[in-house]
Nanobody, 115 residues
Framework: QVQLVESGGGSVQPGGSLRLSCAAS????????MYWYRQAPGKQRELVAI???????NYADSVKGRFTISRDNAKNTVYLQMSSLKSEDTAVYLC?????????WGQGTQVTVSS
């Protein structure tokens, strides 16, 4: 079992940057993979980025080259560095982890990109 708490969201102009954090209530060292998803109003939840316990990463095509996922096992935290933000990146960003086939979601953090 784990509790996930996202932070770092906010309002930013197009082209700006934000860094999201996902703090876990327990060690993430043994969690195979951590995920960032996002959900925009009226749209399906979309997988944004994945990072494995070994540090391998994968990204949605829409964010490749602009977003970077990382993890700090010592701090039990996963990050999402977002750069060159676009209006279409506006969404609630959620952290997800799967432990022993059970899925755990954070409450999400709002990111709004607007001029």
């Amino acid at each position: 079992q784990v509790q996930l708490v996202e932070s770092g969201g906010g309002s930013v102009q197009p082209g700006g940057s934000l860094r999201l954090s996902c703090a876990a209530s327990r060690s993430i060292f043994s969690i195979n993979a951590m995920y960032w998803y996002r959900q925009a109003p009226g749209k399906q939840r979309e997988l944004v980025a994945i990072i494995t316990s070994g540090g391998s990463t994968n990204y949605a095509d829409s964010v490749k080259g602009r977003f970077t996922i990382s993890r700090d096992n010592a701090k039990n935290t996963v990050y999402l560095q977002m750069s060159s933000l676009k209006s279409e990146d506006t969404a609630v960003y959620l952290c997800y982890a799967e432990i022993r086939r059970l899925g755990y979601w954070g409450q999400g953090t709002q990111v709004t990109v607007s001029s």
